[in-house]
């Protein structure tokens, strides 16, 4: 079911032009979609190739914040061009030349050196080489000249201010990218339609509830209605019997009943604006026969006590 938001979303972004994802040349593409198949974080969505307002893709933010504080000559991880799209090593010259990168003072570099390579420095200049890192940042800041202990192989790249804004703006989306969930609730996709906030609540709902995987994804696209559908069958429990029909706001959801493992009640969104035409069937399970049959529509309730009526307490032991 394609969720009404991720819709209205594409919709917007449908207008901004697309663009194409880019593909390494040296890209092993047989082993590559071998591998797609068990990893779906590496089928490419889309909404990564729409451009944001700042003209940068999705992958652009990513690789601004990723790039902060690294030597020019790192290599960015393949994920960009698998999960984003993007050449990334191409997109970074690109944002030192759109002055959102800039290349750090000696000083500003000092912070990604190891302990080792600052007491050199002190070392080299006769200064004391006791203490924290970043002891050793400050003492060399206060006494030596920026040009003492300038390294024309070290290149570090920082944000400039127009960067930092941009990724202050887009901290969520970053954020989602660091902290990804396993069932895809917390991802870059979702964070650009959904709070951190709302990424977390869905997430604890579905770990604390206690959804199974197939459940839990109705969840994940943010509808404003959900309706509960129990099983018209014997071994359905009461909780979602008695649940059976009712439509839950998305911020009732902690309401719905707990679906267990083997449960086969359901959980579906709910357009309250759709014309849907009266339900006039349903399936159920004739618990004396254990056959699935069609019968008259009836809710959960109703049906077990036309049951009870005809069969007695005993049929649900």
């Known amino acids: 079911m394609i969720n009404k938001l991720l819709e209205k979303l594409l919709s917007k972004l449908s207008r901004k032009k697309e663009v194409s994802p880019y593909i390494n040349p040296d890209r092993d593409m ?31 933010i990513i690789l601004l914040d990723w790039l902060n504080n690294k030597d020019y ?49 002190l070392r080299n200049n006769s200064l004391k080489v006791s203490g924290k890192k970043s002891e050793l940042i400050g ?5 030596l000249d920026e040009d003492t202990y300038r390294n024309p ?33 917390i991802s870059p996709l979702n964070a650009l339609s959904q ?18 995987k197939h459940k839990s994804m109705t969840l994940l696209g943010g509808a404003d209605n959900y309706e509960f559908t129990a099983t018209l069958d014997k071994n359905t429990c009461t909780k979602c019997g008695q649940a059976d029909g009712i439509i839950f706001k998305s911020d009732e959801l902690n309401m719905i009943p707990p679906l267990h493992d083997g449960c086969r009640c359901d959980i579906t969104t709910r ?34 006590n036309d049951l009870i009526q005809q069969y007695g307490e005993n049929i649900f032991n």
């Open 73 to 121: 000559l790192e290599t960015p991880p393949s994920y960009f061009e698998y999960e984003f799209g993007i050449n990334a090593i191409a997109h970074k010259d690109s944002l030192i030349k759109n002055n959102l990168l800039k290349y750090s003072s000696p000083s500003n570099s000092l912070s990604v050196l190891k302990v080792t390579e600052l007491k050199n420095i």
């Open 195 to 212: 709070s951190k906030e709302q990424m977390i609540s869905r997430e604890k709902l579905v770990t604390s509830v206690g959804y199974t």
């Open 271 to 304: 357009d309250m604006d759709e014309s849907l035409l009266p339900i006039s069937e349903r399936w159920s399970r004739n618990p004396v026969t254990n056959k699935s049959e069609m019968i008259p529509y009836k809710s959960y309730p109703e049906w077990r």
């Open 153 to 185: 192989n070290l290149r570090i790249l920082e944000l400039t201010n127009t960067g930092f804004d941009i990724v202050s703006k887009y901290k969520t989306l970053i954020w989602s990218h660091k902290n990804k969930s396993s069932d895809g609730i």
């Open 139 to 143: 003492r060399i800041k206060e006494n």
């Open 30 to 60: 047989k082993e590559f979609k071998k591998k797609a198949k068990s990893f779906p974080s590496m089928e490419l969505n889309d909404i990564f190739l729409q451009p944001l307002e700042e003209n940068l893709l999705t992958g652009d």
